[in-house]
């Protein structure tokens, strides 16, 4: 899997918008861009994934890069429900490995 | 209710004890796998299988077994655990979408390995 780039934490206010950021320069015609959030003491959950186009789910909206090289996720108003570690990943077609970095931890105040 | 369900949830245990930890789910996925976390490595992935008597290594297998006998159950062995597979663990499913090439992971609740 191409490798993803993402800044180790950030800090929100409630009830703010947040945009997290993902690097992957590396990313191949195919790669789905996924991603994943895993709150305190629980299993990762799938968020959002996209492959050229904005997209939106009720949990986040995904906004990718013209040239794909970067993409954001953004909660459009941060709850304290939504402090978790945020993952960012690339999947080429139907591989079965799985590769996830270290993702952002995402703070929020109240 | 669909999930991903994993036993036991907490587990201490002596150097070279073997030991399984199950991985059970009912959404009928095809793909399932488990995953190591550590602090400051983040999520690894040890094993995974594309369907059933089909498994493959991921990038940390060392000191783990798998088997895939039945879709639904994807249960890890640990023959002779060792301090250093003191970790927690995440078991994973998801289906394969023909229109798309997606990676909906579902994950298991985690279980938590302490080898003294």
């Known amino acids: 899997d191409a490798k993803t780039t993402q800044p180790n934490s950030m800090e929100s206010n409630e009830e703010e918008p947040v945009h997290l950021p993902c690097n992957h320069s590396t990313i191949s015609g195919t790669d789905y861009i996924h991603w994943y959030r895993q709150l305190p003491s629980q299993g990762p959950e799938y968020v959002i994934h996209?492959?050229?186009s904005n997209v939106n789910n009720r949990m986040a909206s995904l906004a990718i890069a013209e040239d794909r090289k970067s993409s954001t996720l953004i909660l459009h108003r941060a709850t304290l429900r939504d402090a978790a570690v945020y993952y960012c990943i690339l999947r080429d077609g139907d591989a079965g490995k799985s590769t996830f970095g270290d993702g952002t931890t995402l703070t929020v105040k109240p | 209710e669909a999930q991903v369900t994993q036993n036991p949830r907490y587990l201490i245990t002596v150097t070279g004890k073997k030991l399984t930890v199950t991985c059970s789910q009912n959404m009928n996925h095809e793909y399932m796998s488990w995953y190591r976390q550590d602090p400051g490595l983040g999520l690894r992935q040890i094993y995974y299988s594309m369907n059933v008597e089909v498994t493959d290594k991921g990038d940390v297998p060392e000191g783990y077994k798998v088997s895939r006998k039945e879709k639904r159950n994807f249960p890890l062995i640990l023959e002779s655990p060792s301090p250093n597979q003191t970790s927690l663990y995440f078991c994973?499913?998801?289906?394969?979408?023909?229109?798309?090439?997606?990676?909906?992971?579902?994950f298991g609740p985690g279980t938590r390995l302490t080898v003294l």
């Open positions: 996209g492959l050229t």
């Open positions: 994973a499913s998801r289906t394969f979408l023909q229109r798309e090439w997606v990676d909906t992971q579902y």
